[in-house]
């Protein structure tokens, strides 16, 4: 894979590890990291936050593909990608991230977001199209990784759904779902049909307000009476 396009982040070798050095850290406004891979040695890094989201600031976001360059040394990793992250669970600020080196050939497991293009006949008669999944896990070489994966919805109508396997993927994109599921429907707002007499529940709900109304109308007149 050429490299020389990537976006490049620049990290720190970190010597300390433990919750205490991670804390100092992010004191200092960096981020604790580890960069690793298939046939690269595990090695614990310092980045800056900033540094970090520039670098991913591209068409392709998580999934983008950048060098990591060492500060104050000719050390450098081609090909990185941001593998996983963690989050905390109530402030919700970044606490640590995974960098995997990908190998020529490698294929790996990322998240592409689906894009979902046009407007439904479903929209068009009133509905919304609710989106069930923001995006799909699929299978490729980092070079072959899609910024999306649209889906036409334009013949999407009433009620309809369209399932994963309905997705088209670009050539060398493997889905790796293995039960088929839908990703888009259609909801319709409830609505009123008039000339259609109410069943069940309904019916009874009206009956027992029509009770009611009989009920108040014979109280007002026997209050007429008694004046």
Do not use: W
Not at 125 to 142: F, H, M, Q, S, T
Not at 164 to 182: I, N, Q, R, W
Not at 208 to 224: D, N, P, S, Y
């Amino acid at each position: 894979m050429d490299a020389s396009n990537n976006p490049t982040l620049m990290a720190e070798r970190r010597e300390e590890s433990g919750k205490g050095a991670a804390r100092r850290l992010r004191r200092a406004g960096l981020l604790p990291a580890v960069c690793y891979g298939r046939n690269t040695e595990s090695v614990a890094l310092a980045i800056n936050l900033e540094d970090l989201e520039d670098a991913i600031d591209t068409p392709k976001g998580l999934n983008t593909v950048f060098t990591v360059q060492l500060d104050g040394e000719d050390t450098s990793f081609d090909n990185v990608i941001l593998r996983d992250y963690q989050v905390h669970p109530v402030k919700r600020d970044l606490l640590h991230v995974d960098l995997m080196v990908v190998e020529e050939g490698q294929e790996i497991e990322v998240r592409v977001p689906i894009e979902p293009v046009g407007r439904s006949l479903g929209e068009r008669e009133g509905g919304k199209l609710r989106l069930l999944y923001p995006d799909i896990k699929v299978a490729c070489v980092p070079s072959a990784i899609p910024e999306v994966i649209e889906v036409d919805v334009t013949e999407l109508g009433p009620g309809g759904a369209i399932l994963a396997s309905e997705l088209d993927f670009p050539e060398g994109v493997e889905p790796t779902y293995k039960v088929d599921f839908a990703i888009a429907r259609i909801l319709m707002p409830r609505q009123n049909v008039i000339g259609l007499e109410p069943v069940g529940a309904a019916a009874e709900a009206e009956e027992e307000a029509e009770g009611a109304e009989a009920a108040a109308e014979e109280g007002e007149g026997e209050e007429e009476a008694t004046e």
